[in-house]
């Protein structure tokens, strides 16, 4: 069985076959031990709309499904593309920005190159690495896009 994750929302815009839906989101910070030294619902509380996220989602349910704005919707999104998602968005700049710092020091530092000459240059490989890893990312998240099967999906009214 495919587990789903599912969140309510608001329909704030209607776009062909795919609307917006604003949803909000939600915060630990009734349960945490630390939120009296935490600045995350603070944040939350003193930006207006901070709690709140806008998503593109493609209509499901079949043509009986007729949405206005306000509507109340539900939406399912698939755990394997989440997972995925969170992955690729902590894991790989984080690790292009490591391996190139390697390459860096591997091919650019030498015995008689002096420490700061060194340091600059893995410094330099780590950025370019960092860089990389924010484009391959975007690049990604362009060809997710496209496919429906890792898209939210509006399953019906509420």
Known sequence: ALAVLRETGRVVGLEGDTVWVETLRQSACSSCSARAGCGHGV?????????????????????????????????ELPERGFLRGAFALYALPILSTIVLAMVANWLLVSPDTSQGQADLRVML????????????LRRSNQILETRRD???????KV
């Not at 709309?49 to 806008?54: E, K, L, P, Q």
């Not at 490989?125 to 391959?136: D, N, P, R, V």
């Not at 890792?150 to 399953?155: A, R």
């Open 125 to 136: 490989g780590a950025a370019l690495g960092l860089g990389a890893g924010l484009l391959i």
């Open 43 to 75: 944040l939350n509380a003193a930006v207006p709309g901070a709690s709140r996220a806008v998503v593109k989602a493609r209509l499901g349910g079949g043509d009986s499904l007729v949405l206005r704005l306000h509507d109340d919707v539900c939406i």
């Open 150 to 156: 890792m898209q939210p999906i509006v399953t019906g």
